[in-house]
């Protein structure tokens, strides 16, 4: 039996350098699904790589990745594709974020991600926890984009992805007509298969019946956590 997988009591933090086998690369599940890890870049609110991404790979339970699959067999007729930017998330991720929160030196990507909320809020107003449901596999963020011409150009959604402000909120009033209605597109085709939003981002976007409901892993994000062979 995998070290991650050995019990499940609940709050538990489960670590091992391997995942559950309930878990799988969604690559593996359905390759159409446009990736843009940002967490195992730069492009994101610490400004840089972020603990345990070893790999820009989409890992899920699943199930989750499994309704993932149907929900863009839907798109696909219109023209549309998701693009997942964050799915399992390792607990010593989520740690990071906490230590990167409580840094108040560190303003580098205040312009780009809060501009309107103090860096001493984040943690505070709920845009940054001790815990995330990423950690439980059946979680992650998305967002659309148009396949025409190859461009698969992002839908305009409002705001950019781990955008800290209200306007994030998936019924935001203060984003265009749009922007609204490309929000409605993305949460009733993840309704559909069985996903509910967390209403305070429009990307954030959870599996329901978890797979793992009381456990957070913190095994690496890579191809070899689930015995994947792709990049």
């Known amino acids: 039996m995998r070290a991650a997988a050995v019990v499940m009591c609940v709050g538990l933090v ?14 593996d ?22 603990d345990g991404y070893e790999e820009p790979v989409c890992l899920l339970a699943r199930p989750a990745a499994e309704a993932l699959r149907r929900a863009q067999r839907r ?21 990071q974020f906490v230590r990167w929160a409580a840094d108040a030196s560190d303003q580098s990507t205040k312009e780009e991600f809060y501009p309107e909320v103090d860096k001493s809020r ?7 926890a001790e815990k995330s449901g990423h950690s439980r596999g059946s979680t992650l963020d998305v967002t659309l984009v148009a396949l025409a011409g190859g461009s698969g150009r992002e839908l305009d959604m409002g705001t ?3 955008f800290f402000d209200p306007r994030s909120h998936t ?5 265009s007509e749009a922007a609204r209605a490309n929000r409605r597109l993305l949460r009733e085709t993840l309704g559909e298969a069985g996903f509910v939003n967390l209403p305070e981002e429009w990307w954030h976007f ?14 690496p994000v890579s191809g070899a956590s689930v015995g994947s062979a792709r990049p």
């Open 14 to 27: 489960a670590g091992g350098a391997a995942a559950p086998p309930e878990f799988t690369a969604l690559a």
């Open 29 to 50: 599940v359905d390759p159409t699904v446009r990736q843009d890890m940002r967490y195992a870049g730069t492009r994101n609110f610490t400004g840089g790589r972020v």
């Open 75 to 95: 798109l696909l007729r219109r023209g549309l594709s998701l693009k997942v930017y964050d799915c399992y998330r390792p607990q010593r991720a989520v740690d």
């Open 122 to 128: 984040l943690i505070p107003e709920g845009y940054i």
């Open 160 to 162: 950019p992805f781990d």
């Open 171 to 175: 019924d935001s009033p203060a984003v």
């Open 206 to 219: 959870t599996f329901k019946p978890e797979a793992f409901p009381d456990t957070y892993f913190d095994f």
